[in-house]
C-alpha cells in the first residue's frame, strides 16, 4: 500500500481536552509547585473578574491544606454574582468555553481556558473531581456539582448535582484537589497574592496556609472598580482577513454604518471621507466588498486621522495607586526615590486598545549590586513566570540605563542597581505568549509604548540622580560659604585693620538656592519629622510647599508652626509668603502608626522656579522641565539626540 | 434580572480557530519578520517528518518572492511521500487534526497546528487562500487545492479542488501569500534553515530568497534517517488520571496484560509483581479498578525496578553527527578545542522518554567577551525565540561555570567567553511552552538530564583549560631545560675544568612527557601539517597517534614517512614504535579541499598514559579519567563535594 496512504490512516482529531491533557505545562502546570500558583491564580482571576462584572467589592478566601504527601486541597470561595446552575458544567468542565473572549474590553480572563485546566490538572493527578458551589442573588436555594473533564470529548462529566442551603447571598465556591508542592517566598502563593492586593486594591484576600498561617490582605480602596465598557476593534491594525470577516457578519446594510458600527472611533464623516479616499461607494453592501476594495479600506485608515482608542474600555492601575502600592510592599527597603507614575495614553495594536504604566523607586535599602527587580502586571494579575521571554522584561533589557545612571554590562540586558521597576499592560486583549498567561509577546506597538514610558522615567532617575549629585556638591558649597567665608573676611579685616565686610550679599549670590532639608526624630511607632527652610537666594521668596509622607498617618495637631494636611491627597501644604534671603523657617509634625522606622518623605514645591531649590521636587504636574533644562542640559541633549 | 443571568447570557463555546485567530502570537506569529520564520519552520517540519516516515531522502526547495511592500509569497516544495487527496482540507485547515499527536514517539510536529496556522495567519493578512499541489506515488495524476479555513467552524473551506498531472513522483508543494519582513542574519529564515541543515544532515535543502540569492544546503549523510519506533507510555511518572483513563480505554482483560500491553518496559513477570506489591488480583478487570487501587499500581512503579526507556522511539543526533553539525557551521572561528558530544541515557517525565544531548566549542576566534552562544534544538528542529525562559538556556544559567574556568557574575547567569553550547533534547513529546513551540518548559526532569549533560561537557573544558595552562608552564620549563640548562654546564665546566656532564637523563627526568607539536604551513586552498613527536622521557615510548583533521580533505599520498588514513573514520593513524629517549620523529600530510585557512588538527594518543603526553588528548573511548587524576586532582576534589 501506498505510504501516503498508511500514514493517511493514523491521521485524527484531537479534543482541546486531549491536547491540554498531554501539555500541562502549556497552561503553566509544569512543576507541583507551579501548579498550585497557577490554579489559586485562575480562581481568584475569576472572582476578581465575576465582582467587577456585578459591581461587588470583592472578598475571597483562599485555603490551602494539606491531605497526603504532595497531595494538597485548595479552595477559593469568593462573594461574587455566582454562576447560574446551567452553565457550571460548562465554565467548569470545557475547555475554550467563557463570556469574556468576544468582548472588546479589559478583563482578567479571556480565554475560557483557566479554571478548566485547574479541573483537569486536579483530575490528572488525583483522580479526583472538582467540587464547586454557587448561589446567585435571585433565588434561595444554591447547588452543589462534582465534576470531572471527559477529555475526548471536551465536556463535562457531572457526578454530582444537587440544591442545598448555602448561607450566603451570593458567590462561588471551589474545592479542588491536586498534587502541588507548597513553598513560601518567590513565585510562591503568598507572592502572587500580595502582588495581586498591590493592583487590586480595592480587594479583601484572606488566606489560610496549610501550615496554619493566616495572611489578611484588607482593601484600602472601598470603591468598587467600575468594569470597563466593551466597545469595538480600533480601525488601526485590523487585518485584511479580519476586516473580511467583520463585513462577512455584520447587520450593517451599507459600508459607512458598517464602518460607524464595525469600529471604535469612526464617526459619520469619517465614514464618508474613508469611501472618498477608498474610492469606494458608501452605500454598497458589505458582504460584496471584494478584497481589493477591502484593501483599500485598510489603507484609507492609516490616511485619515483616527482618534486613539478611549480609555473607556481599559482600566490602568493609575498613578495615586501605584504609587499607594508600591509604597505598600516595599516596606522595610525604603527607597529614596519614587517616581512620579507614568500612565500612557491608550494606543493600539491590530486593532486592540492596550495601555502602559511604568512606576519605578531607587535607593533605599534596595540591593546595590544586585539586578534590578521588575514586577510585572498584565491586566492588574501579576506574572510570576517565563521574565526571560516577556515584552515586559525585554523593553527594560532593550534600554541603555547607563545613560541614565545604572550599572549595565555593554549597554543591554537588566541593570544593575538599588531600583524596582513596575510595569502593568491593561489592554482588551493582552497578546500572551502562551495559554498560560505569564508572559507577554514581543509585538513592535506594545514595543514601542513600553520604550516611551520606561525612558520617561528613567528621565526622573537620572533627573534624581543629577540632583542628588548637585545637593552633594551645594553641600560642600554651602559649607565653605558658611563656615570659611566669614573666617576669611574676619581675619582680613584684622589683617587689613578694616571693618568685616556685610557677607550676606555675597554668600546668596554664591548659593542662589532655597534649602529644605529634613531631620527625623524615631519614636516607638511614631517619628517627629522637622523641616528647616532656609533662603540663600539674594530675594525674598515666596512659594508652597508640600509634604508626602512616606507611611503612617499624620497627627494633625502636630503640625507647627502652621500648615494645612489634605485628607484626601494625604499631604500637608505650607504657603511660605515672603521668606527674607539668609532667614529660616522652621516646621515640624508627627507621624503615627508607624510599623516601623519612618522613611523620607518627599517634598514638591510649587509658585518658584525649581532649579533654585534643593531638597525638594517640582509639584507633579506642575512640573517644569523647561526650568530644570538649565541643570540638566547637557543630558537633555545627548538624549535627543538619541530619540 | 439578576446580574448572573445577564452574565450567562454571555457564554459562549469558542472555536480553537477563533482561539487562535484573535492570538497568532501563542502560535509565534508576533510580527512579519517572525511570522515568514515560522511560515518556513512549520512547512519544512512537516515535509521532514514525511520524507522520515516515508524513509525519503528528503529534498526540499524553499522559495520566498516580495508581492508588494509587506506581503511576501512563499512555496515550499518537498519530495515526500505526498498527502492523500481526501485529508488536504483537514490537514491544511482545521486546527488540532493529525497523525503525530497520539503516537509515542519523537517526530517534529506533534500537535496538529502549525501548517494551519500558516493558512490561517496567511488569510488573515493577506485574505488569500493557500494553494496545495499533492501527489502520491501510486496514483498517476495529483491535485491541486485552494484553502481557507472557516475560523467560527474550524473546518476548510475549499475554494478548488482540481485534479493535476505534476511532474514528479510523489510530494507537496505550498504556496501562501503572508504579510512579512524579509531580513538576513540572527532569526532570519537563513539562521533557521542553516541549523536545520546542522542537525538533519541526511537533508538537500535549496533556498530562493527574494533578492536572488540562493543558498543549497547539501546533505552530508546520504542513509535516510530510521523514523523512530512507536511506543507506549513508560510508567514512569505517568499521572494518576492518565491511568485512570488509560484503564477505561483499553481491550485488555485483566491487570497483567493491561500492565504488559498498555505500558512499556512492563514485563510478565514484573506486571505479576507489580499486582503483588500493590495487594491487587492480577486477574482483575482493568475497567473496574477503583481510584485507591490505581494510586497503589502507581506507587508500586516506583517500589520495583523498570528498566530506562528504550531508545527505540527516539532519535538522538548523535556524537559524529554534532562534531561534524558544529564544525559545518563555524567555519571561521575555527574553535581551538571541541568537547566529545554528550549523549546522555534516554530518561523520563511524566511517563515521556528523553534524551539530552550536548555539544560545546572554545577558543579560536569565538569572541572572549561576550555571553556564551547557546544553540538549542528540540526533536531535530532548531529553537530561534524565547530563548530567555527555555529550559534549555535556563539550565545554563544554574550552572556556576567560574568551577570550569569562565567568567560569570555571580555564578549565575548566562557566562562570558569564547565558547559555543549546542543543546538538543530528542523526546516523544516535548514539553513547548507554547504551540510556537519555541521554548521548553523546566520540567524537574529534564532540568536534572540538562544538569548533568552540561556538567559533563563542562568538565571537559575545565581540563582542556587545565591542560593548556600546564602546557604553557610545560613550554615554559621545555625551553629552561633545553636551551639553559647545556649552557650551565657547559660554562660549570669550564670554570671547574671538567667535562661537560651527560644531560640527557637529567632533561628526560625533568621534563617526563612526549611533546607532539603542530606546524601548518597555509597554501591557496590546502594545507601542508608538519607535526613532530618528541620524546623527553627517561624511557622508549611505543604508541598510537591519530590526527583528526579539522577541515578539508586528506592528499593520502602526502602522508609521510607512515601513517594510515582511514577514509570511514576520517583520520590518520600512527603507529609510533620503540621512541627512544630525547628522539624526534617528524610527520606530514597535506589537506586540500579547503575554503579558508587550515585550522588545529586534533591530536589523539592510545596505548600511552596521557599524563605523559603534551599536545593530544587520549582517545575518546580510551579517555583515562584515572590517569588525568594526577594533574587535575584538587579540582576533582572540589567538583566531588559540590555533587
Known amino acids: 500500500m501506498d505510504i501516503a496512504e498508511d500514514l493517511a490512516k493514523k491521521q485524527k482529531e484531537i479534543s482541546i481536552a486531549e491536547f491540554f491533557e498531554k501539555n500541562k505545562q502549556i497552561l503553566g ?37 494539606r491531605v497526603e504527601k504532595d497531595e494538597y486541597k485548595l479552595t477559593v470561595e469568593d462573594n461574587g454574582p455566582g454562576i447560574v446552575r446551567r452553565e457550571v458544567p460548562k465554565v467548569f468542565g470545557q475547555f ?49 456539582f462534582e465534576i470531572l473533564i471527559d477529555t475526548i470529548k471536551n465536556r463535562a462529566n457531572v457526578l454530582r448535582e444537587e440544591p442545598a442551603i448555602l448561607n450566603k447571598k451570593s458567590g462561588v465556591k471551589i474545592e479542588v484537589n491536586l498534587k502541588a508542592k507548597y513553598v513560601k517566598g518567590k513565585q510562591s502563593v503568598i507572592d502572587y497574592l500580595q502582588n495581586t492586593a498591590i493592583v487590586n486594591p480595592h480587594a479583601t484576600i484572606i488566606f489560610n496556609d496549610p501550615d496554619g498561617l493566616k495572611i489578611k490582605y484588607e482593601r484600602v480602596w472601598d470603591q468598587p472598580i467600575e468594569p470597563p465598557k466593551e466597545t469595538k476593534p480600533h480601525p488601526l491594525g485590523v487585518e485584511i482577513g479580519e ?50 476594495e477591502i484593501k483599500a479600506l485598510k489603507d484609507a485608515f492609516t490616511k485619515v486621522k483616527i482618534l486613539p482608542p478611549s480609555s473607556e474600555s481599559l482600566s490602568p492601575i493609575g498613578d495615586t495607586l501605584i504609587k499607594k502600592g508600591l509604597k505598600n510592599v516595599l516596606g522595610e527597603l525604603r527607597p529614596s526615590f519614587y517616581s512620579i ?53 525585554r523593553a527594560v533589557e532593550s534600554i541603555d540605563w547607563r545613560k541614565y545612571g545604572l550599572e549595565q554590562r555593554g549597554g543591554q540586558g537588566i541593570p544593575v542597581g538599588p531600583m524596582i521597576i513596575l510595569i502593568h499592560i ?57 563656615k570659611i567665608l566669614p573666617k576669611i573676611a574676619e581675619k582680613s579685616s584684622i589683617i587689613l585693620q578694616k571693618p568685616v565686610p556685610k557677607l550676606e550679599p555675597v554668600i546668596t549670590k554664591i548659593m542662589n538656592v532655597v534649602w529644605i532639608d529634613e531631620k527625623i526624630e524615631q519614636n516607638k511607632g511614631s517619628a517627629k519629622i522637622k523641616v528647616s527652610v532656609s533662603n540663600f537666594t539674594p530675594e525674598k521668596k515666596s512659594f508652597k510647599l508640600y509634604g508626602d509622607i512616606s507611611e503612617g498617618k499624620i497627627e494633625v495637631k502636630s503640625i507647627k508652626p502652621f500648615g494645612n494636611y489634605d485628607e484626601k491627597n494625604d499631604y500637608i501644604l505650607w504657603e511660605i509668603n515672603d521668606l ?3 532667614k529660616e523657617i522652621n516646621l515640624e509634625f508627627t507621624v503615627y502608626d508607624l510599623k516601623s522606622e519612618y522613611g523620607e518623605s518627599v517634598y514638591y514645591i510649587e509658585g518658584i522656579n525649581p532649579v533654585y531649590v534643593v531638597g525638594a521636587e517640582p509639584l507633579p504636574g506642575d512640573w517644569n522641565i523647561e526650568a530644570l533644562r538649565s541643570i540638566i542640559e547637557e543630558e537633555e541633549e545627548e538624549e535627543n539626540g538619541e530619540e
Do not use: W
Open 243 to 292: 476586516i473580511m470577516k467583520i463585513a462577512s457578519l455584520t447587520n450593517a446594510k451599507k459600508i459607512s454604518t458598517f464602518l460607524t458600527g464595525e469600529f471604535s472611533r469612526i464617526s459619520n464623516n469619517l465614514a464618508m471621507e474613508i469611501c472618498k479616499i477608498s474610492g469606494i461607494d458608501s452605500e454598497k453592501d458589505p458582504k460584496k466588498l471584494t478584497l481589493n
Open 96 to 144: 475554550l468555553y467563557g463570556s469574556r473572549f468576544h468582548a472588546v474590553r479589559q478583563t482578567r480572563g479571556q480565554q475560557g481556558i483557566g479554571i478548566s485546566a485547574v479541573v483537569l490538572y486536579g483530575q490528572l493527578t488525583t483522580g479526583k473531581p472538582v467540587k464547586i458551589e454557587t448561589k446567585i442573588a435571585s433565588e434561595d436555594v444554591g447547588y452543589v
Open 580 to 582: 527674607e534671603p539668609l
Open 341 to 393: 507614575p507614568v500612565t500612557r495614553n491608550p494606543s493600539v495594536y491590530s486593532g486592540n486598545p492596550f495601555v502602559v504604566e511604568v512606576g519605578l523607586v531607587y535607593g533605599g535599602n534596595i540591593p546595590q549590586d544586585e539586578p534590578v527587580k521588575i514586577l510585572r502586571f498584565a491586566n492588574r494579575v501579576p506574572l510570576l513566570y517565563q521574565a526571560g521571554s516577556c515584552a515586559l522584561t
Open 426 to 482: 491593561g489592554s482588551t486583549r493582552v497578546p500572551y505568549t502562551s495559554e498560560a498567561k505569564e508572559a507577554i509577546a514581543e509585538i513592535p506597538e506594545i514595543m514601542n509604548e513600553l520604550d516611551l514610558a520606561l525612558k520617561e522615567s528613567a528621565r526622573q532617575i537620572r533627573t534624581f540622580l543629577i540632583k542628588k549629585e548637585v545637593k552633594t556638591k551645594l553641600t560642600e558649597k554651602f559649607f565653605l560659604v558658611q
Open 29 to 65: 502546570f509544569d512543576s507541583p509547585q507551579k501548579a498550585l500558583v497557577m490554579a489559586v491564580k485562575e480562581a481568584v482571576d475569576n472572582s476578581l473578574d465575576a465582582c467587577e462584572d456585578a459591581r461587588i467589592l470583592p472578598e475571597i478566601y483562599v485555603t490551602i491544606e
